[in-house]
């Protein structure tokens, strides 16, 4: 059978005013029908290009040549824009990574999704809405009637992905293009969006390309694979077969670069040095050469792509000899957690946060207006985010806190540092009670209380330069001017591995992963003891997560260094942290060493967690990072015993919400976890 999508020679480059750049060469691939093919491969590598190449999106700049692009046998790489415009969202579906920035503000959910069969179709209005309320409810959505009338920013992330995937179904396509369309979302939701997918491809016989930098995902969905690096393909099969056994270097690299739930943590995360090639164009060899540890003369001669005949091709001459080596690995010098226990470096008792939020659906209360008239007005409603938290960390610990968004993870972060205002509770810092100063003496705790944002790009000021960036801190805290401020500022870029001549640039001229390093440095500037780091690696690709892993614990190491680290992924968690605290629903449920919390016995929530991770390993280690099959919550337990109940110390340092009567038993079956069971205590959606 013909395959559903076929491209031959793929060549993509941008034209600027002073250059001709390459972001694709030869590209050229199957997708089979009801088979899902994955395209992985860091930032910059040229995913979403081949996307928007395929739908005719790419920007007016870019030069497209192929020599074919075979949709369903017929050849759209020389077809008018008329007819991909006919294509595209008719036979050709696509879901993106933001659902925010896709859908509408101005428009109804329901009416987006009705619109393309108003626009393909040619449905009658109502005819359309009415399927959209079908299409709703298809892709899991309750109380569609309701959703159908609301506006996007009335949604949660996991049901404006659900939207997105419904308008994208709509008028039945056979092809989905889907682009990192679950990084942003919580493990949690992003298994439930997958089960759907999956749903959706075995009922709809839906042909698949998915667009992601995470290979647990590939491993969970996908059938075939193909590695993208500097805009080629350096390898390309099937899933399980280049999992388990990578042949090129750079998949080994991606592959040793992803975190394990039981991962070794005297052993540095195997990191990919160095970054992707400005110009690959211009290299004559393999252009992975110049990051590659088993490059040797040969690798500057041109390197094909070669089939073995069994549908594996990899883009290598030494593949075979390298076949059963795998990414070198430095161990990790002796750690400042090997340090004997000392006193509290911060200590939070009963901490609780509470916003005040007016909302027309909290109804109305009667104020008094101007001149005392009586006047109606929005009821407040009151929304605990933090309640009733407690916790300590020593001098260069790492304590991690998991949980999804809305977990109040952030929140407490930020109310321990004072950048939100506790609503009570007590902070002490190295003893002292720092709860009730005044924000105009809080000087000395900012040098000691840094945080490491999600998002570098919305931390760091666009108009400044590295160099003002990080040396607006050095001389508030450090008082330093001048040459000695150049001298500290070139001290902290080469402690982030960043030279010097970074300094002079600004945020836009950075990747993703500098940016991040140059908001560590930043951190860093005050000689601060503990960084809270809110999702700071959340956003970055696997070899770029794995180099700042790297790098915070180098600096643990070296500095003595504690860490709030807050994150939604068990597996970078468990990597980083010495204890974990699981929270959810504004409170604690279970908080332990890492083998204490990611052992049975379990609080229901963190089994709910560890099922949801997609992981790529094997036997102990899948069933323990959750695998499709993992963990349950007893049948007979009561949902509302996912959140109900105070800690209870059930070992030495192992406290879980209600204790072991609440807890999963290692007997528990092994049937995959219903985590909406978990939510249902509190009626939250996604």
Known sequence: MAPILSTRGLNVGYKTASSHKSALRDVSFDVNAGEALAIVGESGSGKSTIALSILGLAASNARIGAER?????????HAGEARRRELRGSRIGTVFQDPFTSLNPALTVGFQVAEPLMQHRRWPREQALARALQLLDEVGIADTARVSQSYPHQLSGGMQQRALIAIAIACEPTLLLLDEPTTALDVTIEARILDLLRDLKRRRGLSIVFITHNLGVVKRFCQQVCVLYAGEIVERGPVAEILAAPRHPYTKGLIASSPRIWGDRHSRLQSIGGKIPDRPEAIAGCVFQDRCPFAEAGCDEPQSLVDDGAGHAVRCWKAARLAGTGWPVAPRQATAAQRAPSAALIEVNGLRKEFSVGS?????????????????????????????????????EVLGVV?????????????????????????LLRGEDITRRRQKSLKAVRKELQIILQNPDSSLNPRRTVDDAIGRSITLFEGLRGVQRRARVDALLAQVELPPAYGARYPHQLSGGEKQRVGIARALASSPS??????????LDVSLQAAILNLLLDMRDQLGLAYLFISHDLSVVAYLADRIAVMYAGRFVEVGTKQQVLQPPYHPYTRALLSAVPSLAEGPDAHSSGLPDAGAIPAAKPASAAVDGKLVEVAPGHWIAGGLDTAVPAAAPAVRVDIDAVHASDGSDD
């Open 403 to 427: 949980g999804e968004s809305g977990s109040g993870k952030s929140t407490l972060g930020r109310s321990m540092l004072r950048l939100v205002e506790p609503t009570a509770g007590q902070i």
């Open 530 to 539: 503990l960084i809270v780091c809110d999702e700071a690696v959340s956003a």
């Open 69 to 77: 692009i075979l949709f369903e046998g017929e050849d759209i790489a």
């Open 360 to 396: 027309a659906f909290a109804g109305l209360a009667i104020t008094r207006g101007a001149g005392g008239l009586p006047r109606l007005a929005p009821a407040a409603r009151r929304i605990v985010a933090v309640d009733g938290v407690s916790l300590s960390i020593a001098p260069g």
